[in-house]
């Protein structure tokens, strides 16, 4: 994972700093600090269990790798489930200099957590990450083997070395706490990798011939120089005008669709995660960018599709990405999950799947303007408007399942200066609509996600060998669930989260390194409301 400014580097290759720089703000800087809401955890009988204690990680890529961490998972005897909640919590520290790693946390195989690590300051901080992982519960109710994957490299230079330690606690249920709905049975696709030479990859599963229901989750990111900046990619006419000069191309959309059968049923348009890395690492010191401690898991309704899966027969699931670079070191890297509710009341469900209108990509635009000189503007639109419907016989009744999916996506870019004066603007609007109807009262989900970016990039050098940083970015993730029963709204939530980082370098006749940051999470659920504001200069909270 490149660590500053590499977003920038991917497109022009003009940065005049180069590596983590732990002395920016000092010899230290706050721990990082979020005001995104903390899980509300129950206040039952509850037990922790260790599955690794302050383990070190060092070099992954030697003979041999000190990852990945294998250990096992044992549900515990005095906290027997169903639970009210599981909860996995990750502590950490590092020292030195060190890149921001990716690392990912599976049990039975399963990957249930996907996150990265920040980068250190010299004297050292510590961190922690905390994940629901209680819809795993099918898995987490036997002993199962526990991976924990960091692929870190320390030399002479890169000197931190990550302490890890993690554990699971289960809270038992009770009257105010009841046990958790999950499915029934997990299945997975097992861990992913896609390339421009490979953009696809399937496994044939075996599915329970009294499913009900069924919900993929998509863990993914992109990785190397280019894809892990993907929303900030020229298209590639823009590239093939300007060669030489590093640009990234595919342009800055990237769908990754999951097909059952060679169907595609979902679609994900990733978040654009920024790691403590990305652009300047003065930007997330010491608060990180949205989701980079805890990448999203993206949920796909698979239940229209269930009536083809029925047979005992096994049936493809693939995933593949619409776009991806060349470079070796570039791909998209992940897991599909999916989560299957039975019928209690039924060896045997039957179905079909009755209206199918899903796209088999994007409908994607360019509106592309070449200035002369690496310097060009660029619109891209993509927009996606699906249905699909089916239904399944169940011990309860003839059940019908309706998805909706109407997502769009924006970006405008002003390119400068062969790179060296960047303006973005990113946005998607996502919409997903599930009714259901039949065996029980009519049945409406929504959830609607809003994803704001923009970032303006400035980097000169005068003539006396003066030379001036300034990035500043605004993103957001702003997202609304409601589920009706009838005309009664049975359940709503909703969670504004934005984020304002600034930072500014300037090397020669004077030395600057300063940056700030204002975050502000606004959450309402079962729970009530939560709101909270943190603001930082240079590398420490304001009162």
């Not at 109710?141 to 870190?152: A, I, K, R, V, Y």
């Not at 209206?355 to 990509?361: D, G, H, I, K, R």
């Amino acid at each position: 994972m490149r660590a500053l400014s590499a977003a920038v580097l991917a497109l022009a290759a003009t940065l005049l700093t180069g590596g983590p720089a732990h002395a920016d703000f000092g010899s230290d800087y706050h721990n990082p600090i979020t005001a995104a809401k903390p899980l509300t955890r129950p206040d039952t009988k509850a037990c922790t269990v260790e599955v690794m204690h302050d383990q070190q990680f060092r070099n992954g890529y030697g003979n041999p790798p000190d990852t990945p961490y294998a250990a096992s998972l044992t549900p515990p005897a005095d906290c027997a489930g169903p639970w009210s909640k599981v909860v996995l919590d990750l502590h950490g520290s590092v020292a030195g200099r060190q890149f921001d790693r990716l690392f990912t946390v599976r049990v039975g195989g399963y990957e249930v957590m996907m996150s990265s690590t920040p980068e250190p300051s010299q004297d050292g901080i510590e961190w922690h990450a905390e994940r629901d992982v209680t819809r795993y519960a099918p898995v987490l109710n036997t002993p199962q083997p526990f991976e924990f994957d960091l692929p870190n490299v320390t030399d002479s230079t890169y000197t931190g070395v990550f302490h890890v330690s993690a554990t699971f606690t289960f809270y038992t249920a009770s009257a105010a706490w009841p046990a958790a709905r999950t499915a029934d049975r997990l299945l997975t696709t097992g861990a992913f990798t896609l390339t421009q030479g490979a953009p696809s990859t399937a496994k044939d599963l075996v599915f329970p011939q009294n499913l009900e229901s069924l919900t993929a989750e998509v863990y993914a990111r992109g990785g190397g120089a280019c894809e892990e900046f993907a929303y900030a990619s020229a298209p590639d006419a823009f590239v093939q005008a300007n060669p030489g000069l590093g640009y990234c191309g595919k342009g800055p959309f990237r769908e990754l669709r999951l097909s059952v059968d060679g169907r595609v049923a979902g679609a994900v348009w990733p978040y654009p995660v920024i790691y403590t890395g990305g652009w300047d690492p003065l930007l997330w010191r010491p608060t990180p960018g949205i989701f980079a401690f805890d990448l999203p898991a993206y949920q796909v309704d698979l239940t229209p599709y269930v009536g083809l899966l029925l047979d005992g027969r096994p049936h493809s699931v693939s995933i593949a990405v619409n776009q991806a670079e060349s470079q070796s070191n570039d791909a998209w890297t992940g897991q599909v999950n999916l989560f299957a509710t039975v019928d209690h009341g039924s060896a045997r469900t039957t179905g079909g799947l009755t209206q199918y209108q899903v796209a088999p990509e994007a409908a994607v635009g360019t509106a592309l303007t070449d200035q002369g000189g690496g310097s060009g503007r660029w619109t891209v639109t993509a927009s996606r408007h699906d249905l699909a419907r089916g239904w399944v016989q169940t011990s309860h009744g003839r059940v019908t399942t309706e998805v909706r999916g109407d997502l769009t996506f924006r970006s405008g870019q002003q390119l400068k200066d062969r790179g060296n004066d960047l303006t973005l603007h990113n946005g998607a609007e996502l919409t997903w609509t599930t009714a259901s109807w039949g065996g029980g009262p009519h049945r409406v989900h929504t959830v609607h996600e809003s994803e704001p970016l923009e970032v303006t990039y400035r980097v000169s050098q005068d003539a006396a060998g003066n030379s001036d940083q300034r990035t500043a970015m605004d993103l957001g993730y702003h997202r609304t669930d409601t589920t009706a029963t009838g005309a009664h709204v049975a359940a709503y939530s909703s969670v504004d989260h934005t984020l304002r980082p600034t930072a500014h370098r300037h090397n020669g006749d004077a030395t600057v390194r300063t940056g700030s940051s204002a975050e502000t999470y606004r959450s309402t659920d079962a729970d009530g409301s939560y709101s909270r504001t943190i603001t930082t200069v240079d590398g420490w909270p304001t009162p």
